[in-house]
């Protein structure tokens, strides 16, 4: 199995369940508990506060989406989402494409964050370099 990220054509992950109601309710409840535990959101890679609209959720693990009879059906446990900015977000996914250990032969959870560490330590370089 591979943790890089597939064309969305043919992708029924990517053009059918991030388009449907199931994943929609489990956005927006994972964003309504995630406030609640922490009382703010933040991306996980660069951790600035955000608002809601500027954060997408990676999936650490897709083992609860599941599509029955063409419904799919959204039961990621809150710890397999992880929300970040689209920037972050595109970055740790070109980590995990560029590298073909994370993308092949590591765990799709294990391969996010080692991305996210590498992801920080790349802001954090670059932070430095312009100051």
Do not use: K
């Not at 409840?29 to 990676?58: I, K, P």
């Not at 590298?99 to 080692?114: C, G, M, Y």
């Amino acid at each position: 199995m591979s943790n890089g990220r597939r064309p969305a054509t043919g992708n029924r992950y990517r053009t059918g369940y991030l388009r449907s109601p199931a994943w929609f309710r489990r956005r927006d409840q994972w964003f309504t508990e995630q406030t609640a535990r922490t009382e703010e959101l933040r991306c996980v890679v660069c951790w600035q506060v955000a608002v809601r609209r500027d954060l997408e959720l990676h999936h650490l693990d897709y083992r609860r989406v599941a599509c029955d009879r063409g419904r799919w059906r959204a039961g990621e446990e809150h710890e397999d989402l992880c929300a970040m900015h689209p920037g972050c977000h595109e970055l740790v996914h070109g980590i995990i494409e560029a590298d073909p250990v994370l993308r092949r032969h590591r765990s799709r959870p294990i391969a996010t964050v080692h991305a996210i560490r590498v992801a920080r330590a790349r802001r954090a370089a670059h932070a430095e370099a312009q100051s």
